[in-house]
């Protein structure tokens, strides 16, 4: 058929991550309903990767799309300098007091890369705005933060980054904290902390940088010492947030507070782009001024569009009903479980789980993320009704939280399936 959605894709589309050339075709999805995807010729797919980390409630929810379908006929966008509307104050409100902190404000934008420009943004003009500036942010080896300039800048450099390496600003990279370095790495903020504006950090789960897992007292340490020495801690929880790491967000499961926190992902149950950048009144209040150049000169068109707003705020009465945690609690332990399975295959490498993630490398071919077993994994899974895209040889599940029992089991058994055929015949890199 000449005139498939796939032919007119390949006619004007240029899809993300990907590479057209010799690239499988990408499967039209018509629908899309709790955990499962559905193509123009009525097959399913279980949705492993809650599409990209945003679905938290399942595909189409009803209850959002209803709040959708009557903000939508209300205001469904309005400039948001000289303007304020209700959905934007509302869940300004409502997720305040559910922050990991002390946070009094919240400033939005479109999506996890601008949550985290705007950030970076904050805290180095928090410092020049003082008079005081510092010149220098501090990130994570392996970390990832987006795509944008600033995002990338702060990210570890990488097969994503790399054509853009002389354009990217150097932060001081320092790896995450283990009890072997975590006194080596205070001593170093002590030494360095001075020139440190801030501090990006993906809190105990790095996602893109391969589901990298540390532990919440060395990173409580870690975050003890930067703040002596005056560094904004901006935590980065675009991904590890609403559920993700088994608690609503992942500062839950720390006793330091940060001074900024970046948002996006399941903000809005995964229905709308949205980002928000929540802060303190003291990094606030820096940019207070008779001066208009102390100003936060950033803006979207779309700054807390009414529609995005409505979303999560409807996203949010969801995160609020008892089965949202309880769910959560349920995928967490059946994760914990399947350990135990995947410790019992020699080529499953360092097999770990966190809440809803589970991840472990296939030990054949080189890490990274261009391991051709990726790709292989992916269109095996989809022959049999999963979505699963690993990172290089780092495999994980992350599915939403609505994820059946049995759906639960059907990827278990392909993990498994998986787990054995490699053993048997490694795929080169
Ligand atoms: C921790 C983290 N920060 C930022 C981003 C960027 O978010 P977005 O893709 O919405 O720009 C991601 C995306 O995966 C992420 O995992």
């Given at each position: 058929m000449m005139n498939?959605?796939?032919?007119?894709?390949?006619?004007?589309?240029?899809?993300?991550?990907?590479?057209?050339?010799?690239?499988?075709?990408?499967?039209?999805?018509?629908?899309?309903?709790?955990s499962l995807l559905f193509d123009d010729q009525g097959n399913s797919y279980i949705d492993a990767v809650s599409s990209w980390w945003v679905t938290i409630h399942g595909h189409a929810n009803p209850y959002i799309a209803e709040k959708l379908y009557r903000q939508a006929l209300l205001l469904e966008q309005v400039i948001f300098a000289g303007f304020t509307h209700e959905p934007a104050v509302a869940l300004a409100e409502r997720l305040l007091p559910l922050l990991p902190g002390p946070f009094t404000r919240v400033f939005y934008s479109d999506n996890g890369s601008t949550a985290v420009e705007v950030a970076i943004k904050m805290a180095i003009q928090f410092w020049s705005n003082q008079d005081r500036p510092r010149r220098k942010v501090l990130a994570f080896r392996h970390s990832y933060h987006g795509d944008t300039f600033g995002a990338m800048s702060v990210s570890e450099?990488?097969?994503?980054?790399?054509?853009?390496?002389?354009?990217?600003?150097?932060?001081?990279?320092?790896?995450?904290?283990?009890?072997?370095?975590?006194?080596?790495l205070r001593a170093f903020l002590q030494l360095h902390g001075p020139q440190i504006a801030g501090f990006i950090y993906e809190p105990l789960l790095q996602g893109a940088g391969g589901m990298r897992m540390c532990e919440a007292e060395l990173l409580d340490r870690l975050l003890d010492a930067a703040s002596e020495q005056g560094i904004l801690c901006i935590a980065d929880e675009v991904m590890t947030g609403f559920g993700r790491t088994g608690r609503l967000f992942a500062g839950e499961y720390l006793r330091h507070k940060a001074d900024i926190l970046c948002l996006s992902k399941g903000l809005t149950g995964g229905t709308m782009a949205l980002g928000v950048t929540a802060t303190t009144e003291r990094l606030f209040?820096?940019?207070?001024?008779?001066?208009?150049?102390?100003?936060?000169?950033?803006?979207?068109?779309?700054?807390?569009?009414?529609?995005?707003?409505?979303?999560?705020?409807?996203?949010?009465?969801?995160?609020?009903?008892?089965?949202?945690l309880a769910n959560i609690r349920r995928i967490s332990e059946r994760h914990q479980v399947f350990l135990s399975t995947l410790h019992s295959y020699p080529i499953a490498g360092n097999p770990r789980a966190l809440g809803t993630v589970l991840a472990f490398e296939i030990k054949t071919g080189r890490d990274g993320y261009i391991n051709a077993i990726g790709?292989?994994?992916?269109?095996?899974?989809?022959?049999?009704?999963?979505?699963?895209?690993?990172?290089?040889?780092?495999?994980?599940?992350?599915?939403?939280?609505?994820?059946?029992?049995?759906?639960?089991?059907?990827?278990?058994?392909?993990?498994?399936?998986?787990?054995?055929?490699?053993?048997?015949?490694?795929?080169?890199?």
């Open positions: 498939s959605l796939t032919d007119r894709d390949r006619r004007v589309i240029w899809h993300p991550y990907t590479q057209h050339k010799g690239y499988l075709p990408p499967i039209p999805v018509v629908k899309g309903k709790d450099r990488s097969v994503f980054t790399d054509p853009f390496r002389d354009y990217l600003f150097d932060p001081v990279f320092i790896d995450m904290p283990t009890r072997e370095n975590i006194d080596e209040e820096a940019f207070l001024s008779d001066d208009k150049r102390k100003t936060l000169f950033h803006g979207h068109s779309f700054t807390a569009n009414p529609l995005a707003c409505t979303a999560a705020l409807a996203s949010l009465d969801l995160v609020q009903r008892p089965e949202f790709p292989a994994i992916t269109r095996d899974a989809l022959a049999k009704g999963v979505y699963l895209r690993p990172l290089g040889n780092t495999v994980y599940f992350m599915p939403p939280y609505c994820i059946t029992e049995k759906e639960m089991d059907q990827v278990y058994d392909l993990l498994v399936h998986c787990l054995m055929q490699y053993s048997k015949q490694p795929v080169s890199p």
